[in-house]
């Protein structure tokens, strides 16, 4: 079974840009969570996505959202790119939305986020 | 809200020793209790988990954690480590009634041949 996919692996912007991320689940999971993280702020929680709508969303401003379709993939989007967006980000899926909490999220490689 | 300290930023050990990461929570219930590893450049990968039970998990790549509810603690050991162990490892907690895991600040680990 294939693992969790992230493109692109890499990404320059610059400020006042915005970007779009993308994560392909593994196959048959319904929940995908993203995370960023940073040197400074460490791993944190963005938002959670089941079934297509947003289940969870962590302490983000609005610049940050995101939405999952039919076939489970997700995909974040970033506006107006500030210095401190500059990151990596990180997507996780698991088989349902109970899992996240008692079971297992599988996390990708992560997109690296720099903006100048 | 829950939290987790991991006290320890950086930690050398020679290859073949033990090794014990430590891992403090804090959080009012029983929580969800995780460690997991990133290596340069990958993804998050899960090495073991607690829900409930046995207060000793087991996990993969020959790491274990004991669950201790009178320290907070849940600490990561291996008996003796490979150079290939070197990466970062996190612990992190997540709340029974909520989807919010929170993660340490993660503890790099350096193996010296």
């Known amino acids: 079974k294939a693992g969790v996919t992230q493109t692109p692996r890499y990404l320059i912007k610059t400020r006042g840009q915005q970007v779009t991320l993308s994560c392909s689940p593994i196959?048959?999971?319904?929940?995908v969570s993203w995370y960023q993280q940073t040197p400074g702020q460490g791993l944190q929680f963005l938002f959670e996505y089941f079934s297509e709508t947003q289940r969870n969303k962590g302490n983000f401003p609005g610049r940050f959202s995101g939405r999952q379709f039919s076939n489970s993939r997700s995909e974040m989007n970033v506006s107006t790119l500030e210095l401190g967006d500059s990151a990596l980000y990180l997507c996780?899926?698991?088989?349902?939305?109970?899992?996240?909490?008692?079971?297992?999220?599988?996390f990708g490689p992560g997109t690296r986020l720099t903006v100048l | 809200a829950q939290s987790v300290t991991q006290p320890d930023i950086h930690i050398t050990v020679s290859e073949g020793a033990s090794l014990e990461l430590r891992c403090n929570y804090s959080?009012?219930?029983?929580?969800?209790l995780f460690w997991y590893v990133q290596s340069p450049g990958q993804g998050l990968q899960l090495l073991l988990k607690y829900f409930s039970g046995d207060t000793l998990v087991q996990g993969i790549k020959g790491f274990e954690a004991e669950f201790k509810r009178s320290q907070s603690s849940f600490n990561l050991r291996k008996p003796s480590v490979h150079w290939s162990d070197a990466a970062e490892y996190f612990c992190a907690v997540a709340a029974g009634n909520n989807n919010d895991m929170r993660f340490g600040a993660g503890t790099r680990l350096t193996v010296k041949p």
């Open positions: 959080y009012g219930a029983t929580p969800y």
């Open positions: 196959s048959g999971h319904r929940s």
């Open positions: 996780a899926s698991s088989l349902n939305s109970r899992e996240l909490v008692g079971g297992t999220q599988y």
